[in-house]
């Protein structure tokens, strides 16, 4: 051992730190760690091709699907004649990560669209994908200026005439792009979420439109799971000798965290501007019930701050969702 009165290596070889300088440094690794892990999971890409024949509401449909409407900056453009023959990808406005596209290439799943019967086309690609052993959906658009098709009798029958033409166990889904609200339109985002591989379902839930309380609930338990990781983000940085370091990583952390709150409820307000449009709800109405978290003061609890931010968040996507149904 060495000698009371040697002084201590780190004052002597930089390749010794101190205890401080070693603690900090590992806490430092920690939070790039944790936010590594973190970015990761909010940019898991998620590629969805829409196929159809020509005039059958491809384009409409992506719009609906990504709470935009037709007309609107970055909307698949519309029209009687065929608006979408290139493959084109269209991201999601508020996440860029899930990507919705017009064509056939390498796809996490193929939604293949039809406003009347499904043509030879159509079988002919769902023969592909179902050869290349991928997911693929069909979707029966307009339904609703289609009354005789909701008869259960002809539902069967198309499923049947899918079968008889080499389709193994088609999976039909009857949808308004008009009123997601109503019809199959719920139960084709719960059939998504359930058949994509775990790692990508969050990347589906965050961008579907809130068009039910059990999206809703969906998103708020996907965020709460969150919580711990900016929980550990802001205990860690309070754990750094560094005087203002924990202030300086709460205050972005929150903000960003709420951020994305706001967006995944659509609350954001050109979220808000589309529902005031679509319910008839003056927008300055629908501000009056938001309750920004960000106009408090920060608290260095992160954790309890982000809990009461989902609540908050939740229960004004609830009336939002509330003055939809009206």
């Known amino acids: 051992s060495l000698p009371p009165s040697f002084p201590p290596l780190s004052s002597v070889d930089p390749a010794f730190p101190s205890p401080s300088l070693s603690l900090s440094l590992s806490l430092a690794l920690a939070i790039a760690k944790i936010q590594e892990y973190l970015d990761r999971q909010n940019n898991i890409p998620l590629n969805i091709a829409i196929t159809g024949e020509t005039g059958s509401g491809k384009s409409t449909f992506i719009n609906a699907f990504r709470g935009i409407k037709d007309g609107d900056a970055g909307a698949a453009p519309t029209g009687v004649r065929e608006t979408t023959k290139k493959p084109t990808p269209y991201p999601h406005p508020n996440y860029p990560n899930v990507t919705l596209d017009v064509g056939f290439e390498k796809f996490d799943f193929f939604i293949i669209l039809s406003d009347t019967r499904f043509r030879e086309n159509d079988v002919k690609l769902a023969r592909e994908v179902q050869r290349m052993k991928k997911k693929f959906y069909f979707v029966r658009s307009k339904i609703d200026n289609d009354y005789e098709l909701r008869n259960a009798v002809r539902g069967v029958q198309l499923l049947r005439c899918l079968q008889e033409q080499g389709i193994q166990s088609p999976q039909v889904f009857l949808v308004s792009s008009f009123e997601l609200h109503l019809h199959d339109f719920s139960l084709l985002t719960e ?136």
């Open 191 to 326: 059939t998504l979420e359930r058949e994509l591989p775990e790692h990508k379902r969050n990347a589906l839930l965050f961008a579907m439109p809130n068009i039910s309380q059990q999206i809703i609930n969906k998103k708020k338990e996907a965020f709460q799971a969150k919580i711990k990781w900016y929980a550990s983000l802001s205990a860690v940085g309070a754990a750094v000798p560094v005087p203002g370091l924990s202030i300086a990583v709460d205050a972005p952390l929150l903000a960003g965290v709420v951020t994305q709150y706001v967006f995944g409820f659509g609350l954001d307000r050109p979220s808000l501007k589309r529902l005031a449009e679509i319910t008839g709800v003056p927008f300055d109405d629908l501000m009056t019930v938001i309750i920004s978290p960000l106009a408090e003061s920060l608290s260095v609890c992160v954790c309890v701050c982000v809990c009461v931010c989902v609540c908050v968040c939740v229960s004004v996507s609830q009336i939002s969702l509330l003055a939809c149904s009206c």
